[in-house]
Structure formats: C-alpha cells, structure tokens
C-alpha cells in the first residue's frame, strides 16, 4: 500500500506564493509521473502539472510562468511551487503518483487526500 500526504496549503492573498509537497510512501519499488490536480467548487478535477522521474514537466497553460513542479525522487516527494497566486487558484489540490510496488504488477494510480488553496483577492 502506498500513502500520499500533502502539506502547505493556505489562505493567501491575490499575488502572494505557496509551496505545495507531497510525500509518497509505503511499499515502493519505483515511482514514474508524479503530478498535482485541483478541484474547484462546481468543476471537474484538472491537471495543474506534471512531472515525470526523468524530469520532463507538463503545465496547464493557467498557470504557466507562475507555478514550478519539481520533484525529489531519493525522498519520493513532489513540489509544487506557486508565485503570483489569482483567485482563480482557489481550490482543493490534490498529489498523484503513478507508483510501482513490485515488478510482478504494474503502475497504480494513487491520490492524497488534498490540501485547500485559497487566494483573497
């Protein structure tokens, strides 16, 4: 079984900055794309950004130039980094990885359970 655990969600004001980081652990043997989603009241669930264990990232085009996801894979954690928060990054974030326990099954999907991002205007 594997966790995710996210941290650094906060009420923050119209331009300010946040640092999202999610732990993954449990039985691990690799961890490939690593990514964060958010959800908004009333709206689907969307990528924010991805990033995949040989570095390559993927942003939504909201929040490209503002928001960096990076990612520690000898800690088996993902960064999401936010600068120029708007109130439209209101939302509940939330971490994905696409883990590996063993090499007899592939990669699952796993989620954590959110942390709430707010931004005031």
């Known amino acids: 079984q594997v966790q995710l655990v996210e941290s650094g969600g906060d009420l923050v004001q119209a331009g300010g900055s946040l640092r999202l980081s999610c732990a993954a652990s449990g039985s691990i043997f690799s961890i490939n794309r690593m990514g964060w989603y958010r959800q908004a009241p009333g709206k689907q669930r969307e990528l924010v950004a991805t990033?995949?264990?040989?570095?390559?990232?993927n942003y939504a085009d909201s929040v490209k130039g503002r928001f960096t996801i990076s990612r520690d894979n000898a800690k088996n954690t993902v960064y999401l980094q936010m600068n120029s928060l708007k109130p439209e990054d209101t939302a509940v974030y939330y971490c994905?990885?696409?883990?590996?326990?063993?090499?007899?099954?592939?990669?699952?999907?796993?989620w954590g359970q959110g942390t709430q991002v707010t931004v005031s205007s």
């Open positions: 994905n990885a696409g883990v590996r326990e063993s090499l007899v099954v592939y990669y699952k999907d796993y």
């Open positions: 990033i995949r264990s040989g570095g390559p990232t």
